[in-house]
């Protein structure tokens, strides 16, 4: 076994020399696997991502080759939901800029107007996305007694059983007085939120973002905010991760977040528990629980992978 000791993501030479030879992959959002790596990786049985999304990994190509892969799907949704939440409150509340404030010994005693947020109870609430945490996050907000609408390709029974509605994309943005984010990465939700969909929105409206990054234009986003289209936002992921836009940096009315929506020690090591018996099963030639890609099975080199 060879595990990669440094705390920073692989970089592409590095994981081209490591997985020649390996039996079994584990491997995390940040590396990158494509054709290059599957061909290189030769006989490799399977790959466990340590993560829900797999965007990361050419999953045609591993296909094609008879390698399996899995996600860890299910054990991060609840601590993800609540950095989401986190994010409301801190944003709606300026709980950052309050910070700084006394940090810099700014704060000279209680007043009237200082740093006025928005109120989170009784407000609207629209949920992009009505998967696993777009549910949780739904689950939320009832405490707060808040309208949910919610824009899904299929209906959710679960957020329409909290009262939620499914309105249009436009209709969401534009009656939400909070925007929270929680569809997968792909070709039909990049750039989902980008100018015109940010013009639709309330210019008191607040944008959440703990999905993936080009799930929002950038540049559009920090024309919004630095022209008062729209209120603030919160964003734990973004468009060209690590990179961020520049123009992001200097605006006080935005939350920058480090990619951590499942940062508790209890959900990254169930994580981890998650992704190593997903390997440990496509290396014992049995079928692994959270498969993702359900048509390996009919390649000649899965033939013997048992269901038990």
């Given amino acids: 076994m060879e595990v990669h000791a440094e705390d920073r ?29 599957l061909h290189k990786a030769g006989e490799t049985v399977g790959i466990a991502n340590y993560a829900v ?30 950095l989401a939440w986190a994010l409301v409150m801190t944003a709606a509340r300026r709980i950052v800029e309050g910070d700084a404030l006394v940090r810099s010994n ?25 998967g696993r945490i777009g549910c949780a996050v739904a689950r939320r907000a009832i405490g707060f ?10 209906t959710c029974p679960e957020i329409e059983s909290m009262g939620g509605r499914a309105v249009s994309l436009s209709e969401l943005l534009a009656r939400s007085d909070y925007v929270s984010l929680h569809v997968s990465l792909n070709p039909e939700s ?11 929105m309330k210019s008191s409206a607040i944008l959440i973002n703990t999905s993936r990054g080009p799930v929002v234009d950038e540049e559009a986003l920090v024309n919004a905010l630095s022209s008062g289209i729209i ?18 940096f200097n605006l006080p009315n935005v939350i920058l977040a480090p990619h951590i929506g499942s940062a508790s020690r209890e959900t990254r090591e169930k994580m ?19 498969l993702v890609n359900e048509a390996v099975l009919s390649h000649p080199r899965c033939t013997s992978i048992t269901t038990s």
Wanted: aromatic fraction near 6%; include cysteine.
């Fill in 190 to 200: 990049f750039h989902l939120i980008d100018g015109d969909g940010l013009k639709e």
């Fill in 106 to 130: 700014g704060f000279r005693g209680w007043a009237p107007m200082l740093l006025l947020g928005s109120d989170v109870y009784g407000k609207t609430l629209g949920i992009v996305g009505s």
């Fill in 53 to 82: 999304g797999y965007e990361n990994i050419d999953i045609e190509k591993a296909t094609h080759l008879g390698i399996m892969v899995t996600n860890t799907p299910g054990v991060l949704t609840e601590t993800t939901a609540d």
């Fill in 231 to 248: 209120s603030a936002a919160a964003l734990d992921v973004f468009e060209n991760e690590p990179d961020i836009h520049p123009g992001l």
């Fill in 272 to 290: 981890a528990i998650t992704a190593a018996g997903n390997l440990h099963s496509m290396l014992s030639g049995r079928r692994p629980p959270d």
């Fill in 9 to 37: 993501p692989m970089r592409h030479e590095e994981l081209m020399y490591a997985v020649e030879g390996k039996d079994g992959i584990l491997c995390l959002l940040t590396d990158r696997i494509d054709g290059s790596i």
């Fill in 145 to 154: 007694e808040m309208p949910i609408l919610y824009y899904s390709r299929h």
